[in-house]
């Protein structure tokens, strides 16, 4: 049994993806991060870096915690030997274009999203910055695309399970998929997968209808270190 720390986010959406991919049980422990439950020492001793998902392993003795996105979906496939591909040189490439997610095309997107649904006054600098990168990504991925069924190797696996959730998104976003249509074709492949679909409704109840209050900006954006 897995204990999924869960909310529906983008991020959240990646790791969802591949338990329901994977059929494994789990248990959904929905964190609200906008009233700071993140930040409880009993998430802190699973994801010291305040961020969710994460997950612990129960099936594991002692129970194996797990956080960050990545780190999460390898441990995972590794561990049900699904969806990753074969052979050390597809291995290879499937590490790249993971860090690539989580360094490149998860940040470029999250600060997009700050500044396009967060950000209390309008900020148009910053919105190009991040949007003029966001578009970058989405060019990147395209001509990965070229030619290939999914990211990495002839198989879908965890590579287009973590990148795809920001690519979903890129119309909210203000992108435009238009100019990529490699990515278009690969986004509405991997969105038709049954097990993608309850990914992205786990939860939807609970996602925001309405802009963040003063309170819930100061909760998710003004944590500091100590001093």
Same mark, same amino acid.
């Given at each position: ?6 909310? *529906?986010? &983008? @991020? ?5 993806? $591949? ?5 494994? &049980?789990?248990?959904? /422990?929905?964190? @609200? ?9 009993? +998430?802190?001793?699973?994801? *010291? ?6 997950? #612990?392993?129960?099936?594991?003795? *002692?129970?194996?915690? #797990? ?15 699904? +969806? $990753? &591909? ?12 993971? +860090? ?6 998860? &940040?470029?997107?999250?600060?997009? %999203? ?12 910053? /919105? ?9 990504? $989405?060019? #990147? ?30 119309? !909210? ?5 238009? !100019? ?25 109840? %609970?996602?925001?209808?309405?802009? !963040? ?7 998710? +954006? ?6």
């Amino acid at each position: 049994m897995i204990d999924f720390y869960y909310w *529906p986010t &983008p @991020n959240g959406w990646k790791v969802a993806i $591949l338990l329901e991919e994977l059929g494994t &049980p789990y248990d959904l /422990k929905l964190l @609200n991060i906008g009233k700071g439950e993140q930040f409880a020492d009993s +998430f802190l001793a699973i994801s *010291p870096n305040n961020r969710m998902p994460a997950i #612990v392993d129960r099936g594991e003795d *002692p129970p194996v915690p #797990v956080f960050e996105s990545g780190a999460i979906m390898w441990y995972l496939a590794e561990k049900h030997g699904r +969806f $990753l &591909p074969e052979g050390a040189l597809l291995r290879k490439e499937a590490l790249e274009w993971m +860090f690539w997610q989580v360094g490149n095309q998860g &940040p470029m997107a999250g600060q997009l %999203s700050h500044f396009v649904n967060y950000a209390p006054d309008d900020q148009p600098y910053s /919105k190009s910055r991040y949007a003029n990168e966001y578009d970058r990504c $989405l060019a #990147v991925l395209d001509r990965r695309l070229e030619g290939r069924e999914w990211i990495v190797g002839d198989a879908y696996s965890i590579v287009d399970m973590i990148n795809w959730p920001w690519v979903l998104i890129a119309r !909210p976003l203000g992108g435009d998929l238009d !100019p990529y249509p490699n990515l278009t074709r690969w986004r509405t492949a991997v969105k038709t997968r049954p097990a993608v679909r309850r990914a992205v409704d786990l939860g939807k109840e %609970s996602r925001r209808s309405a802009p !963040p209050g003063e309170e819930e900006r100061r909760i998710l +954006f003004g944590q500091k270190g100590k001093g």
